[in-house]
DNA sequence: ATTTCTTATCTGTGATCACAGAATGCGTCA
DNA sequence: TGACGCATTCTGTGATCACAGATAAGAAAT
């Protein structure tokens, strides 16, 4: 593995966790010095970063952690819908009874974290639970697209939940999906999944709304 | 717009033309020479087209086009029904007239390729019209994401489509969508996109079993 | 005190160089 | 004649330098 796409992988993961504000630029030289590396492989990342919609970018300026907008989430729910319900009635098809004791796993620590408040855990657990279920649809092409999708999404998720947002109703979702699956119904592991996709852009908007700081862009 | 950018361009444009044979490797010098520019901003470009996935790299190797496959094809078809039939649709509520107009010239454009058998000047009128339509959604997550399908898709058209493949029912469909649109009902439009791609598609994956050349991989 | 113009600094882009791992070609041996 | 091994070449990655456009800071004028 070369040194950019370890850069790649930790400007990633700051991104998934919140690490930058949102609208924050992203500036080389500092990047790379707290890597301590040359600026090159930064460079390399950050680019990469921007073609994967992580990042904007505008010619000749630093790049930018993407503003949170509700034009933005408005934009990004129905394609969520639409290949995050694709992927999860073609895992209906596919997973066997390893997935579907690995997805069962992944419940059972939500609502531990549901449980304790601890809504970083939550939103950890949920990220793996859901790339899990579309890793079983078997479609690279689709995953993807996915992944890219939640790379978009992050920011919003990290920055607007907080522990007084978590509800056991969200895990609900996940047991309707989990149940489907087991029957070998994906159009209802579809259904599931995307109610509990409807609810949580649902509940992010009103977060948005409520927050003055980000109701801006 | 920078010097990258440029080079990005050209590139894609390559890629989307067919001027480079699925599975060829492309090597940064001779980028570079070719567009007369140093190598750097050809690294630049190509990692960002990786990152499109209009190429696909493996580490410490050149970049290469992907090889037309089978498996390819078949994974791509379904997402792009769910993306390019969920745009049809949103632009079927939002097309305005002027927007009618475009897609009806378009229309022509390709009836009159389709009669000269020009099936060069058919795929690129082919893609402008889907295009535009998409365009009409007003979904900048959505069209993005659509765009980056083509990209995947290009070459299957360029190196597998002749002209002894070019049908006037091929154009039906598009006629059948605009209909649709002049109508407001966007149901109807998803259903003649969905019925559009689902047709080429078989085609390409038809081609794909006659052709010796691509059919490993 | 506020605005505006000028200057100094910052920051991304592009070029060149050095290096390591991969690929290729050639010679040797069975 | 064919296969193996070595050496040369090729090729992507990473670092450093030069430059231009943008930004920010400071000084002057109203």
Redesign the pocket.
């Known amino acids: 593995m070369?040194?950019?796409?370890?850069?790649h992988a930790a400007i990633r993961a700051d991104i998934l966790a919140g690490r930058f504000r949102p609208g924050q630029?992203?500036?080389?030289?500092?990047l790379?010095a707290s890597l301590d590396?040359?600026?090159?492989?930064v460079?390399?990342a950050?680019?990469r970063l921007v073609a994967e919609g992580a990042l904007e970018?505008?010619?000749?300026?630093?790049?930018r952690v993407p503003a949170l907008s509700r034009a933005g989430l408005e934009n990004l729910l129905p394609v969520r819908l639409a290949l995050e319900g694709l992927a999860a009635e073609a895992a209906g098809a596919r997973i066997d009874a390893a997935g579907i004791a690995t997805l069962t796993a992944g419940v059972a620590r939500m609502d531990q974290a549901l449980g304790a408040h601890d809504f970083a855990a939550y939103l950890t657990e949920n990220s793996q639970f859901h790339l899990t279920l579309y890793r079983a649809a078997g479609n690279p092409v689709l995953l993807r697209m996915i992944e890219q999708l939640w790379l978009q999404a992050g920011p919003a998720f990290t920055w607007l939940v907080t522990s007084d947002d978590l509800s056991p109703r969200l895990n609900s979702f996940h047991r309707d999906c989990l149940a489907a699956l087991a029957d070998g119904d994906g159009r209802a592991a579809r259904a599931a999944i995307e109610a509990d996709l409807r609810y949580f852009g649902q509940h992010l908007l009103m977060l948005l709304d409520l927050d003055p700081a980000h109701r801006n862009a």
Chains 1, 2 share one sequence.
Do not use: C, F, G, Y
Not at 25 to 30: C, F, N, T
């Open positions: 070369t040194l950019q796409d370890r850069v630029r992203l500036k080389i030289r500092d790379a590396t040359s600026p090159m492989p460079r390399a950050l680019q970018a505008e010619a000749l300026r630093s790049v």
